[in-house]
């Protein structure tokens, strides 16, 4: 069975640090993995998708990594913002099904 | 382009009462669509899932149930709910045949419910 974790739970940083969020799976025999960000009380918005064929994906600040033979993915933030705080997901799809699983999350907070 | 509603937003409702919450997608055809809830302080879970018209699945034997009445519309309800349905309702969907593995999943902007 498939699971999902992340590493740190919660973080707090000052504006303008790097950071980086991790995530491990299990099952290595995925699809692809897909970081989110979710707002509090709002749906999640869908930040990179990494197919399982690709070692990374890019978008503006933000770069996420694929190992999918350690089973790791890390989402790299630079030059982090205020804005950027909210509670970061990820999740993969498995080869054995469409299902979207996911982790439990990190709580960023960027500090003025 | 694709766009995913959800409603209603938020939604307080005593226990035993019956449950309906809706979600259409527009703008593509025979989309693979979910249910998921976020309980507090607890990660996401999928509740069920939806291949076609018709087409349910479930993963967790519960107090819901979901039906899929039209290509695009996908409806979670309950005859009688209870207080540990409370949480955060998203519904997503991903193109078929190849969403899921090439473009991953859209979510709803969600229904927060509370049973009291």
């Known amino acids: 069975k498939q699971e999902v974790t992340q590493i740190p739970a919660a973080l707090s940083v000052p504006e303008g640090e790097n950071l980086v969020l991790n995530c491990s799976f299990t099952d290595s025999a995925i699809y692809n993995l897909q970081w989110f960000r979710q707002d509090p009380g709002k749906g999640l918005t869908s930040l990179l998708l990494?197919?399982?064929?690709?070692r990374e994906q890019t978008s503006g600040r933000l770069n996420a990594s694929l190992d999918k033979s350690s089973g790791r993915s890390t989402l790299y933030i630079a030059a982090s913002q205020p804005g950027d705080s909210a509670t970061y997901l990820c999740?993969?799809?498995?080869?054995?099904?469409?299902?979207?699983?996911f982790g439990s999350g990190t709580r960023l907070l960027v500090r003025p | 382009s694709q766009t995913i509603h959800q409603w209603p937003a938020t939604l307080v409702q005593p226990v035993g009462s019956p449950l309906s919450l809706e979600c259409t997608v527009e703008?593509?055809?025979?989309?693979?669509l979910y249910w998921y809830r976020q309980a507090a302080g607890r990660g996401l879970q999928l509740l069920f899932y939806?291949?076609?018209?018709?087409?349910i699945s479930s993963e967790v034997p519960q107090n819901l149930s979901a039906s899929r009445p039209q290509d695009r519309q996908f409806i979670l309800s309950s005859k009688k709910l209870l207080l540990s349905d409370s949480g955060f309702y998203l519904c997503a969907w991903s193109a078929m045949p190849y969403g899921p593995k090439l473009y991953g999943y859209t979510f709803g902007s969600g229904t927060r419910l509370t049973v009291v």
């Open positions: 703008g593509t055809s025979n989309p693979n």
């Open positions: 990494i197919q399982s064929s690709q």
């Open positions: 999740a993969v799809i498995g080869d054995s099904s469409y299902k979207l699983i």
């Open positions: 939806s291949v076609g018209i018709g087409q």
